[in-house]
C-alpha cells in the first residue's frame, strides 16, 4: 500500500513537473496594456507619417527607455526617406535598442508599428497587425535585461512595413552593426489571434538547420508553435516574402517569422483590442522568447544556420 501510494505520488510529480519547469518569461498584463496602448482611435492607426505613428513612436521610445535598453549613437532613432505610391513621407522612423551580449554577434527582433491608418472615415487600429509583435518585442527586451544573453540582441521596432518593408529595407541598408554580425532575424508580426492555439514559425523550408532549435520549444498551455508556411508551392500561404522577414532574407540572413494564420479582422477596422485573444496571445509570445533563450545558449553560427540540412 505505502509503496503504491509513494509510486502513485512520483507518477503525478511527473505529470505536475513539466508544468513547472516552463519559465514564466513575461508579464501578460504589461503585454496586453501594451497592446492597448498601442491600437487605441488616438494612435489613428500609426499609418507611416502620421500623426498617430509618431504618438506610436514616443510611446515605444518610453518604453525602451523603461526597459533600459542602450540606443546606438545616443539615440534609438533612425530615420529615412520613404517613397512609395500612396505616400512620401521626408522623416519615417525605426527605433532601435540593443542589450549587449558576452557576443558582438547579433540576433535582431523585428516587429513593425506602422499600420494602414484611416481609410474613409474609418480607423484601422491594427492590434493584431502589429501592436501585438512590438508588445512582444518589449516583452522579450524586458526578459533579456533581467537574464543577460550570451549574443547581442537588437531590439527594433520597424516603421513603413505596410508600405513595402520600408523599414526593414532601411535597416539593412544603413544597419547600427556590421551585417556580417547578424546571426538571425527572428520577425514578429501579428502573434495574438488563432482560435486553435496555433503559433506558425516559418523560415525553417530555407534553413532547416534552424527546425530543431523550434522543434526543442515545449508547447505552452494555450499556445503551441508550428512550423511551416515557407514553401514556394504554397503561393499565398508562403509567407516568405509577407513581412519584414524579406528583406533579410534577400541579404542572405537566416530568418524565423512568427505569425499566426489569416483571421477575419486582418486589414479590418476591426482588427481592435477587443478582438485579442488574452489567453492564447501571452503564451504565444512567451514561445518566441523561449526559442530565442533556446537559440541563445546553444551559440550556433551563421554558417551552420544557413546549412541545407538539419
Ligand atoms: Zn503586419
Do not use: C
Not at 188 to 211: F, V, W
Not at 234 to 251: A, I, L, P, V
Amino acid at each position: 500500500m505505502e509503496r503504491k501510494l509513494a509510486l502513485a505520488l512520483v507518477f503525478s510529480l511527473l505529470l505536475v513537473l513539466p508544468g513547472l519547469a516552463q519559465r514564466r518569461v513575461l508579464d501578460a498584463r504589461q503585454l496586453l496594456r501594451d497592446v492597448e496602448v498601442l491600437s487605441a482611435d488616438s494612435m489613428e492607426g500609426r499609418l507611416s507619417g502620421s500623426k498617430g505613428n509618431k504618438m506610436a513612436q514616443q510611446y515605444i521610445t518610453s518604453r525602451f527607455q523603461e526597459i533600459g535598453l542602450q540606443p546606438y549613437h545616443n539615440s534609438y532613432r533612425h530615420t529615412f526617406r520613404l517613397e512609395s505610391k500612396q505616400v512620401t513621407v521626408e522623416e519615417a522612423v525605426n527605433l532601435i535598442g540593443y542589450i549587449p551580449g558576452k557576443s558582438a554577434k547579433a540576433i535582431v527582433l523585428t516587429a513593425h508599428y506602422d499600420h494602414v491608418g484611416v481609410r474613409k472615415g474609418e480607423t484601422y487600429n491594427g492590434a493584431d497587425d502589429n501592436a501585438s509583435g512590438v508588445a512582444a518585442l518589449f516583452a522579450a527586451a524586458a526578459y533579456f535585461k533581467k537574464n543577460k544573453p550570451y549574443h547581442t540582441l537588437i531590439f527594433a521596432a520597424l516603421d513603413g512595413e505596410e508600405l513595402g518593408l520600408r523599414g526593414a529595407e532601411a535597416f539593412l541598408e544603413n544597419p547600427p552593426l556590421p551585417l556580417e554580425q547578424i546571426l538571425l532575424n527572428v520577425n514578429m508580426d501579428m502573434l495574438s489571434i488563432n482560435q486553435k492555439g496555433e503559433l506558425y514559425a516559418s523560415g525553417t523550408y530555407h534553413y532547416p538547420a534552424l527546425a530543431p532549435y523550434l522543434e526543442q520549444v515545449a508547447p505552452r498551455p494555450q499556445a503551441k508553435l508550428l512550423l511551416g508556411h515557407d514553401r514556394p508551392e504554397q503561393g499565398e500561404n508562403d509567407w516568405t516574402r509577407q513581412s519584414d522577414h524579406y528583406q533579410f532574407y534577400k541579404r542572405q540572413i537566416p530568418f524565423v517569422y512568427f505569425g499566426v494564420e489569416d483571421h477575419p479582422y486582418y486589414h479590418k477596422p476591426s482588427d481592435d483590442f477587443s478582438n485579442i485573444n488574452s489567453t492564447f496571445y501571452p503564451d504565444a509570445a512567451a514561445l518566441v522568447i523561449d526559442f530565442v533563450l533556446n537559440l541563445d545558449k546553444k551559440h550556433p553560427d551563421r554558417k551552420q544556420l544557413v546549412l541545407k540540412q538539419k
